[in-house]
């Protein structure tokens, strides 16, 4: 037995700066690397002065357990070790059973993330699991109950009501913020969570407004060796190093991303070899099967995040004596002298020898423990399984927010409003909407790429300033300083998922992607996260914030990468308003109310409408709203309507007019909002004039129009006196050539065209 067991050694910890001896194990080796020995980072201009660092090794080494393990700590942390497997174990029996529908264990795993959970505080700290993290989030009181009503499915479960698969882990009151299964996603949101905090801290009007954050706060963020190979793992830590945040990174490296070791999906084998120069990042290793070398670990990485030194990260060698998960076979990838070799360095089976070994407890004391675990984790199994499942007419609770309605008569001041000042461009009205609401709101921050006015603000007295490729975040930096307005890396996932982590703190990110055309990198923040976020998690979770856009064609030399206009891809997910004004003055208002809205809001801005005089406007109230969901009727007929939006409304304009002197009298619905869109307003008009045309730029082929002609034809099919037409894109991408964009875009005359077609069916 023991020499399964003498690894792991009960040891005072050690009054000097240089930790106790690590184990001989060369793949569990600890080094440490001294931020003292590492170039400083350039400091952030608006951040305020802090101390030097101090050097991790010599931090003070306080946790829950005192100056030594005792007893009843390493009992404890051995109870929630063994919960944990005997957890697993009940699910894999309960999968075997058919009576819960998928598995992913945390075994092997279980010693560091006890130790996590030993020295970070639940409710207090804020946590960014990833799904092996079973055991922290029992060792952060998470119940047996809780863990196993998740992998029953009940509405109950407090992870996410029955929405996901188990051990996806979130739960509001211990700050455990809702996992997804993307790989890695979490990672900038722990970022953006951290952000946060530093921003409250150089903000002081929002110490007024929100009341959640504390000076000593850390953020703690887990992932595989495997999620090592995605960008957004180096997104994370750049800008984590760059801002100096309290993120504190656990790397629970079991050798095997699925069926692909490590060697092959990382340079070298070891990823924290990989990132140690990172400026201010503290990168510690440990074994981390061996609960106290483990605990000692965490415990300086914590304490170093909670000083302000910087992040942390820590990789801990842990082993998977199971599959991946129930889905997968790992005897078809592993040899059974490799898979014997491993067992021999489970956590659990040595702790417990070591516990009886050094003394601390008695094998009927451990048996004891064991019987007792096992009793409650089927007592908890047998209540899950009582548990009512979610009611079917719950599945659309949630997909938008059921406190704040954007559509309400709450958000419509439009009727009535009184204009002042010479007219603005559609820049110039969003950018006072911009100017209004940071005024009225503190928890709102701006920022993206060339976002700031300029980002070295001791030239801002000397240098007209950027504020955006196209002008319309212009000044604001100068208004509300570096703090509230701030340029991001060019790395379009950081925006978003920084976004959702502050937007999950209470605070309101408005940020912009410079060009529609190069979303897609932040795809998976958008789609995987940020609609999802309030839907899988109950409502538990939300991330409110606005994704400006700026989108579309008709500039004459944007060609393939600087004129996509593809909604559709949008419009489709739920959870994600889509808002698309084509004038000034409904840019400002719609702005203001995605703003104020409560849910994530992608507002789209055409960039050929930026500055087109024909959609000018006066300047309304700093309260103007419009309500998500109601059309703009803007021209008045009785022969045909032309439901549209964007830069379509304009050439459906001038199509119309010419239809007029031809005798035919031409209504324009302008949708302004895609997501919702005015289904009453549409039914009116069609109703009406019995003819309709669906024009927008989106391609023809399954484009957004798309779904508006099948809703027509299928609810108003006994309205209509002629097929439902459409006016849309080619099929292709937009050409950089003038003549060729002129044949690929609608064009007033391919609008004309149809009005005329249409008419005489």
């Given amino acids: 037995m023991k020499t399964d067991t003498k690894v792991l050694k009960l040891v005072p910890k050690s009054t000097s700066p240089t930790p106790a001896k690590p184990q001989s194990d060369e793949t569990a080796k600890v080094e440490e690397i001294s931020a003292a020995s590492m170039p400083a980072p350039a400091e952030p201009i608006s951040r305020p002065s802090t101390p030097q660092a101090v050097p ?153 407004r929100i009341k959640t954050f504390h000076d000593d706060e850390v953020t703690y963020v887990s992932l595989g060796e495997g999620t090592t190979s995605e960008g957004e793992f180096w997104e994370a830590l750049n800008t984590a190093s760059n801002l100096k945040l309290p993120v504190v990174f656990l790397l629970e490296d079991n050798g095997y991303a699925i069926s692909v070791p490590v060697e092959v999906q990382t340079a070298g084998g070891n990823a924290s070899r ?37 992040p942390a990260l820590v990789h801990a060698k842990v082993i998977r004596p199971y599959s991946h998960s129930l889905s997968d076979d790992e005897k078809l990838y592993r040899s059974d002298e490799e898979r014997i070799s491993e067992n021999e360095r489970d956590p659990v089976k040595r702790f417990g020898a070591l516990l009886i070994d050094e003394g601390v407890i008695d094998q009927d004391g451990l048996q004891k423990i064991k019987d007792e675990i096992d009793a409650s984790v089927s007592e908890a199994a047998d209540q899950a399984l009582a548990a009512a499942q979610p009611a079917p007419d719950t599945a659309l609770n949630f997909v938008f927010s059921p406190d704040v309605d954007p559509t309400s008569k709450e958000f419509d001041t439009e009727d009535g409003a009184q204009l002042s000042g010479n007219p603005g461009t559609m820049v110039d009205l969003i950018n006072r909407t911009l100017h209004t609401e940071m005024e009225r709101d503190p928890s709102i921050v701006v920022f993206g790429e060339d976002v700031a006015d300029c980002s070295r603000e001791q030239y801002l007295n000397v240098v007209k300033g950027k504020g955006g490729v196209f002008k319309v975040t212009a000044n604001l930096q100068r208004k509300f300083g570096g703090n509230r307005v701030f340029n991001s890396p060019l790395a379009e996932a950081n925006i978003v998922g920084r976004a959702i982590g502050m937007a999950t703190r209470g605070m309101k990110p408005v940020v912009e992607i410079q060009f529609f055309d190069y979303i897609w990198p932040a795809m998976h923040q958008i789609r995987n996260e940020l ?107 009785k022969d045909l309507t032309i439901v549209t939006y964007g830069a379509l409304v304009q050439r459906s304009i001038v199509a119309a007019k010419q239809a007029e002197q031809e005798g035919t009298s031409v209504e324009i619905i302008d949708l302004r909002s895609l997501v919702p869109y005015d289904w009453d307003a549409i039914v009116a008009s069609v109703r009406k004039t019995n003819r309709v045309i669906v024009a927008h730029e989106d391609s023809l082929s399954f484009g957004y129009g798309a779904e508006i002609a099948a809703r027509i034809a299928d609810e108003l099919f006994l309205d209509l006196d002629a097929p439902v037409r459409r006016v849309c894109a080619l099929d292709t991408f937009v050409a950089y050539a003038p003549q060729l964009e002129d044949a690929i875009l609608p064009q007033s005359s391919d609008v004309a065209k149809a009005i005329a077609e249409l008419k005489a069916y």
């Fill in 531 to 637: 609609a999802l976020l309030r839907w899988r998690s109950g409502n538990d979770w939300k991330a409110p914030l606005v994704i400006r856009v700026p989108i579309g064609g008709y500039l004459k030399g944007g060609a393939v990468y600087h004129s996509q206009s593809g909604v559709s891809t949008f419009t489709q997910i739920p959870g994600l308003r889509v808002i698309y004004p084509s004038n000034a003055l409904d840019a400002n208002g719609l702005l203001r109310t995605a703003i104020r809205c409560d849910d994530p809001v992608m507002f789209l801005e055409h960039k050929h409408l930026y500055r087109q005089a024909y959609n000018k406007s006066a300047y309304p109230p700093d309260d103007f709203m419009i309500p998500f969901g109601k059309a703009k009727k803007v021209r008045e007929g």
């Fill in 56 to 208: 991790p090794a010599s931090l003070p080494k306080t946790s829950k357990a005192g100056d030594l393990p005792d007893s009843k700590l390493l009992i404890d942390m051995y109870r929630t070790m063994y919960l944990s497997r005997r957890i697993d174990d009940k699910e894999i029996q309960m999968k075997g059973q058919n009576r819960i529908f998928f598995q992913i264990s945390g075994a092997g795993h279980e010693a560091v993330l006890v130790a996590a959970g030993v020295v970070l505080k639940p409710g207090y700290d804020w946590f960014y699991p990833y799904y092996r993290d079973r055991a922290l989030c029992l060792q952060l009181g998470m119940t047996p109950l809780e863990q196993l009503l998740s992998a029953v499915g009940a509405e109950a479960d407090p992870n996410s009501h029955g929405r996901q698969m188990p051990s996806h882990w979130g739960h509001k009151k211990l700050n455990i913020v809702s996992q997804s299964s993307p790989t890695g996603t979490q990672l900038l949101q722990a970022v953006g969570c951290a952000e946060a905090s530093y921003r409250f801290e150089l903000i002081p009007e929002l110490k007024k």
């Fill in 274 to 310: 990989l990132v140690e120069n990172f400026p201010s990042l503290y990168v510690q290793r440990c074994d981390g099967t061996d609960p106290i070398e483990s605990l000692e670990t965490m415990r300086r990485a914590v304490e170093y995040a909670r000083r302000r030194q910087g």
